[in-house]
């Protein structure tokens, strides 16, 4: 054990979105913050790398440059295929969000904003694995003991002992954190599985996301099933595009069938003009788990926030993630801060305890509508109806693009905006 100890205010565990936005938005409050990764930058991440506009809007927030000469593939929408449907539509874009979206792989997404959180005046440490909270008399979390790791992403046998009064789980799906602080998720919540891997294509400067709504597996009777999820198609811009899928495991055949085998069979049967072959592979197919739905909660307890992953904050109409958490880091930094603002620590607590409030306002009606869609399309049935009967409407399609990206403008706007707001409004928000 090295005898070094460092302070700080706060301590952000994790810099992927949405510990990267914590710490930079943190930092520019003038809070003392320390980062804490375990890997070293740059790091992959199993993800799509699509952007939609609401993720753009949490760029633009932070001061994030995004400009198209800086590897940054702008995108004007999303392409629909299904039901023997091909449909373009475009991103709304209102007075709340841009008119575009972005693809940068996460390769290059998650060290564009730990460093920018460092030009804020965040404290980076790379190699550092937490692995325990440290915790005061009362069981409050007062900072956190980490594995030094080596240049070979094994263990050095060193460790760092790091002390703050405020700690942020961005620590991903898995959450060491949050679980050695009794935080387990909740099966009440869905989940899905994502698979993705690269191509070299020809289209990779498509101005289109493509999403494709039919994925198939065979059942235990041999028969086609079709899952609910789709397949992706998002063009980086650099001469490869992101190609991946997505299932929710509100499927009865989810857990029972190989993942892999269902992205190459779907893989299988591209349209020659992508030139998606074995041949034009780049890297094995990985997976990763999605959280959705607040799956782990509370969402501030003894000392410590959950931001992004590490709170199930992923998206379930679409499986997006990179925004809810970089909105969690926005929210949190301006709750940490005031509260480190006030006078004493019953003040303190108060204000910190606002955190889960203030997420459930803004996401939890819209988890809770995700979820019963979630429960719906895990019926085959229904999944081959609305690919049947709702994809061939266009308007309809519109207004599920801004349902499933979340994207109603948040004041005003027309129709399709007010019925989005003020279901979310109804619903509970658990």
């Known amino acids: 054990m090295s005898g070094q100890v460092e302070t700080a205010e706060v301590i952000v565990v994790g810099a992927g979105p949405g510990g990267s936005a914590t710490a930079a938005y943190l930092a520019s409050h003038g809070v003392d913050t320390l980062l804490l ?17 609401r993720a753009v809007r949490e760029l633009i927030h932070l001061g994030v440059p995004t400009r198209e000469e800086d590897g940054w593939h702008r995108t004007k929408g999303l392409r629909i295929l299904g039901g023997g449907v091909r449909m373009e539509l475009d991103w709304p874009g209102s007075e709340t969000f841009p008119s575009y979206g972005l693809v940068r792989s996460r390769m290059d997404l998650d060290e564009i904003l730990a460093r920018h959180a460092e030009s804020r005046g965040a404290r980076l440490h790379e190699r550092m694995n937490v692995h325990e909270p440290i915790l005061d008399h009362r069981g409050h979390i007062c900072g956190v003991t980490a594995k030094v790791m080596g240049e070979n992403g094994r263990a050095t046998g060193e460790t760092r002992e790091f002390r703050a009064p405020i700690v942020v789980a961005a620590d991903g799906n898995s959450s060491r954190l949050s679980l050695s602080m009794d935080r387990p998720k909740r099966d ?3 989940m899905g599985v994502a698979v993705r891997t690269y191509y070299q294509t020809p289209r990779h400067d498509d101005d289109y996301l493509e999403s494709w709504l039919e994925l198939w597996t065979k059942g235990d009777d041999g028969e086609d099933v079709l899952m609910p999820g789709y397949g992706w198609l998002f063009p980086l811009g650099d001469g490869t595009a992101n190609v991946g899928l997505g299932i929710l495991d509100t499927a009865e055949a989810f857990g029972t069938f190989d993942y892999r085998d269902v992205m190459r ?13 074995e041949e034009t592979q780049l890297a094995p197919i990985r997976g990763a788990a999605l959280p ?32 809810e958490a970089m909105e969690s880091g926005r929210h949190s930094a301006e709750i940490i801060a005031s509260a480190l603002r006030r006078t004493t620590p019953g003040e303190r607590e108060a204000v910190l305890q606002s955190y889960p409030k203030v997420m459930k306002d803004e996401l939890g009606g819209y988890y809770t509508l995700g ?9 085959p049935e229904i999944m081959r109806l609305a690919v049947r009967y709702g994809l061939p409407r266009k308007s309809l399609m519109r207004l599920l693009l801004k349902i499933m990206a979340n994207l109603p403008q948040e004041r005003g706007g027309g129709l399709d905006d007010r019925v989005i707001n003020a279901l979310t409004r109804m619903v509970p928000a658990a």
């Open 265 to 277: 069979r779907w893989v299988a049967a591209m349209p020659e003009e992508w030139g998606i072959s």
């Open 292 to 323: 959705m739905c607040f799956n782990r909660q509370p969402l501030y307890d003894r000392g410590l926030l959950l931001a992004g992953d590490a709170g199930g904050m992923v998206n379930p109409f679409n499986g997006e993630g990179i925004a």
């Open 188 to 190: 009440d919540r869905p």
């Open 371 to 379: 979820r019963h869609f979630a429960t719906l399309i895990g019926k």
């Open 37 to 53: 990764e375990k890997s070293a930058f740059p790091r992959d991440k199993v993800c799509g790398d699509g952007l939609t506009p």
